[in-house]
């Protein structure tokens, strides 16, 4: 089933007295979020409210936010902890051999011999690339999301195709 609305950041806390938001941006392009003229967040029963974004100032890593109808410190206090969300039509197509976190999470990892290791849990980015990792049979492994490690993946079936590095994991890891 195709999401109807995606992640792209979180609310972190209030910038100021007017009404401005701190934001973790999920993306490495900060100026990319310019894109977005129309974000969403989940009100407290999980409905996506929409908001009209009036100013973006980027504050690597993290984005300050202006939004229409959000004007005092208190009217930001619902929003703290939330992620901003965007309608999947809206997301810019990414780059060959790109790739969007939710795209990539909830993924199962094979080796280049077909046999599985896992699914992708969690991802989480280094500076130089992301780190995904996978819940296997013996736990948690680690896989850098380099060239010398993801050999494909494969959108439709959803699956990853690794190469088998020392150390990453162990044969009895695979299943």
């Not at 806390?13 to 392009?29: A, C, L, N, S, T």
């Not at 409905?47 to 229409?68: G, N």
């Not at 492994?141 to 590095?165: C, H, K, S, W, Y």
């Amino acid at each position: 089933m195709e999401q109807a609305f995606c992640p792209i950041g979180r609310v972190v806390k209030p910038h100021g007295v007017r009404g401005k938001i701190k934001v973790d941006y999920f993306g490495e392009d900060i100026d990319r979020f310019l894109l977005y003229q129309k974000i969403f967040i989940k009100d407290n029963l999980g409905k996506p409210e929409s908001f009209e974004v009036l100013e973006v100032t980027p504050q690597p890593p993290r984005l300050i936010l202006r939004l229409k109808g959000i004007e005092r410190i208190e009217e930001t206090e619902g929003l703290i902890g939330k992620e901003i969300l965007v309608r999947r039509e809206d997301l810019p197509e990414p780059e060959e051999g790109e790739y969007y976190w939710f795209e990539i999470l909830g993924m199962v990892v094979e080796t280049e011999k077909g046999r599985r290791i896992g699914t992708v849990k969690k991802i989480f980015p280094t500076g130089s690339h992301d780190v995904y990792v996978v819940e296997g049979k013996r736990g948690e492994i680690f896989l850098p999301a380099t060239e010398g490690v993801i050999q494909n993946i494969d959108r439709q079936r959803r699956v990853m195709r690794v190469v088998r590095m020392e150390g990453l994991w162990e044969e009895e890891d695979e299943i």
